[in-house]
């Protein structure tokens, strides 16, 4: 992360001696990003000397910390624009004079609005999120992600499942949220790159299931599950309607739940075990248990147990 931002601001540290980094935390989604970062990363590197510039007589530099430590939950827009208005004229939460800010470390899940706020500043921001691949355009280029974009999180699992000598797969994907949604079309344009058979729906799991989707339907006499769009929106190759797919599940719909459990708790919904319990014996009614089993979805004990 250190050597990312002495890279990017490398015009600005000639002679600075201190790299002033603001740090915006929505405290709603706080996952130790700044606390890694201002009360371990920096102490260690101001205990190491700071960190050293080839060529530059000035260093070595020290990072100085700038929290801007918000719940972003409601009045997220005007709350971003308040950070990016202090940071803009080098005060800190208080609005208190720290000076000129030199680049903002970003800890949310949410990437689009805070880098083109800071974009008018043109402020180099790093973010510690960033897995959508769609949110980096050519709108914002002050903005760099750290995150793995993660439709690619299932590629490695299939190469390597590819690569080891399997040669089918059965992929299921959620459709309750977009990451969930997103990976399980990426598994299958996956399975496409590493040439693996998919296993997918029958005719007969549509008639029984696809009403309980909401994107499965038949395409002459076969089951199709995906929409093609979702696939061009990342210029992938598979073919949502001539390819077999991937089954799909929303969760919200097929759950069973006991009172207070929810999707993303490790207790198993019976109703989801029963969902994935159906496309197991549709499987099997094609021949067979499948080489590679990639399950995108949110109760995953739920298939688990199945």
Not at 3 to 19: I, K, N, Q, S
Not at 105 to 121: K, M, Q, R
Not at 165 to 190: D, M, P
Request: proline share 5%.
């Amino acid at each position: 992360r250190v050597l990312c931002l002495a890279h990017l601001l490398l015009p600005l540290l000639v002679g600075a001696g201190t790299l002033r980094v603001g740090v915006l935390q929505n405290l709603n989604r706080n996952y130790g990003f700044i606390q890694a970062f201002r009360d371990f990363f920096v102490p260690h590197l101001t205990a190491q000397g700071g960190f050293q510039i080839h060529g530059d007589p000035e260093s070595p530099y020290q990072i100085e910390v700038v929290s801007f430590e918000v719940d972003l939950e409601s009045d997220r827009e005007t709350k971003v624009d308040d950070v990016v208005g202090l940071a803009g004229v080098g005060q800190d939460m208080n609005g208190t004079a720290v000076g000129a800010i030199d680049a903002m470390i970003v800890g949310d899940s949410d990437v689009t609005d805070i880098a083109s706020a800071l974009e008018s500043l043109g402020m180099p921001n790093l973010h510690c999120s960033g897995g959508d691949p769609r949110a980096w355009t050519a709108l914002t280029p002050h903005a760099f992600g750290m995150h793995r974009p993660y439709p690619f999180y299932s590629r490695e699992v299939v190469r390597q499942a590819s690569v080891r000598g399997l040669k089918t797969a059965v992929i299921i994907r959620s459709v309750s949220w977009g990451y969930w949604r997103e990976s399980g079309v990426a598994a299958r344009e996956w399975a496409r790159e590493f040439n693996m058979q998919v296993i997918g729906p029958t005719k007969a799991w549509c008639l029984k299931y696809a009403n309980t989707t909401r994107t499965c339907r038949l395409v002459g006499d076969v089951c199709r599950c995906g929409h093609q769009s979702e696939y061009d929106e990342f210029g992938w190759k598979v073919n949502a309607d001539r390819d077999v797919s991937f089954y799909e599940i929303d969760e919200h719909v097929s759950r069973d739940p006991e009172p207070g459990v929810w999707l993303t708790s490790p207790v198993p919904d019976p109703g989801i075990s029963a969902y994935v319990r159906g496309i197991i014996d549709d499987v099997r009614a094609q021949g067979g248990d499948p080489g590679l089993f990639v399950c995108w979805m949110i109760n995953t004990r739920g298939a688990q147990v199945a």
